[in-house]
């Protein structure tokens, strides 16, 4: 399994981004995709998940901001993330898991800058 996140940059506080996620290696049709993201000096977190049938699941924080979505056919996962705040600032990490009790898959991250 191989995972390849792109996207990340250096935006302005209120800007947005969409980064993506191409996975190989396997039919991850069946499997639970998302994003976690850590921050200089702080543990990785939790940002959003989807599963295979489409139900997402967001962190408080990326609540009404931010959007995932996936496409089967090309084995990727996107990360729209609107009104974006200093606090979004780190290494976002994409991930599969065939569910969710099974280990995680990472990708290499992408950094993302949130400047004020």
């Known amino acids: 399994v191989q995972l390849q996140a792109s996207g990340g940059g250096l935006v302005q506080a209120g800007g947005s981004l969409r980064l993506s996620c191409a996975a190989s290696g396997s039919d991850f049709s069946g499997y639970i995709m998302g994003w976690h993201r850590q921050a200089p000096g702080r543990p990785r977190e939790f940002v959003a998940a989807?599963?295979?049938?489409?139900?997402?699941n967001y962190s408080d924080s990326g609540k009404g901001r931010f959007t995932i979505s996936r496409d089967h056919t090309k084995n990727m996962v996107y990360l729209q993330m609107n009104s974006l705040k200093v606090e979004d600032t780190g290494v976002y990490y994409c991930?599969?898991?065939?569910?969710?009790?099974?280990?995680?898959?990472w990708g290499q991250g992408t950094l993302v800058t949130v400047s004020s």
């Open positions: 991930y599969v898991r065939q569910h969710s009790f099974a280990k995680r898959y």
């Open positions: 989807i599963t295979s049938g489409g139900s997402t």
